[in-house]
T-cell receptor, first 113, second 111 residues
Framework: AQSVTQLDSHVSVSEGTPVLLRCNYSSSYSPSLFWYVQHPNKGLQLLLKYTSAATLVKGINGFEAEFKKSETSFHLTKPSAHMSDAAEYFCVVSDPGDDKIIFGKGTRLHILP | DAGVIQSPRHEVTEMGQEVTLRCKPISGHDYLFWYRQTMMRGLELLIYFNNNVPIDDSGMPEDRFSAKMPNASFSTLKIQPSEPRDSAVYFC?????????FGPGTRLTVT
């Protein structure tokens, strides 16, 4: 069965500095992996997805994530944080042929001025 | 497309009352999911449908909760009777390719 662990519940970075949100997954197969973002009082929005094509995936708003099978990781990065990036981020895994997706518990990103 | 549509956006009700939440998925999507989000428990999958048929309702907390999907463009989540611990944001999501598209949510407050 698949599972996903987001290693940090809160991350604080200064505006203009890099962002790293960590995610490790467990899957018996070659999974599909996603990152979603949720701004305060909003629904969840897909940031990017990995589905066994290129291991480096580019998403919206300058975010990207790299699939590393050997480390079972799918960390989310951005070179330079912006105040508007303050939100909660969810790492998500899905096994092929499985209808459900499994959400991590979320990482709240705080941007310091 | 307008995206996933949920109504109402906010609902305040008294304990013991019936509450009905509504969802219109994106046209052409054959999967529909209902989630509940609270500070304490995070995001929980309640139930999901494929081609209007409930596939897995193991996340439904108890018999007070029920969900239906009478056609491909409409689903309801009903709570009867409601309790204060049901206060949460309820999200509906739909998909046909694996990546789920979420509605804006319904914020339910039960007093």
């Amino acid at each position: 069965a698949q599972s996903v662990t987001q290693l940090d519940s809160h991350v604080s970075v200064s505006e203009g500095t890099p962002v790293l949100l960590r995610c490790n997954y467990s899957s018996s197969y070659s999974p599909s992996l996603f990152w979603y973002v949720q701004h305060p009082n909003k629904g969840l929005q897909l940031l990017l997805k990995y589905t066994s094509a290129a291991t480096l995936v580019k998403g919206i708003n300058g975010f990207e994530a790299e699939f590393k099978k050997s480390e079972t990781s799918f960390h989310l990065t951005k070179p330079s944080a912006h105040m508007s990036d303050a939100a909660e981020y969810f790492c998500v895994v899905s096994d092929p042929g499985d209808d459900k997706i499994i959400f991590g518990k979320g990482t709240r990103l705080h941007i310091l001025p | 497309d307008a995206g996933v549509i949920q109504s109402p956006r906010h609902e305040v009700t008294e304990m013991g009352q019936e509450v009905t939440l509504r969802c219109k998925p994106i046209s052409g999507h054959d999967y529909l999911f209902w989630y509940r989000q609270t500070m304490m428990r995070g995001l929980e999958l309640l139930i999901y449908f494929n081609n209007n048929v409930p596939i897995d309702d193991s996340g439904m907390p108890e018999d007070r909760f029920s969900a239906k999907m009478p056609n491909a463009s409409f689903s309801t989540l009903k709570i009867q009777p409601s309790e204060p611990r049901d206060s949460a944001v309820y999200f509906c999501a739909s998909t046909s390719t694996g990546e789920q598209y979420f509605g804006p949510g319904t914020r339910l407050t039960v007093t």
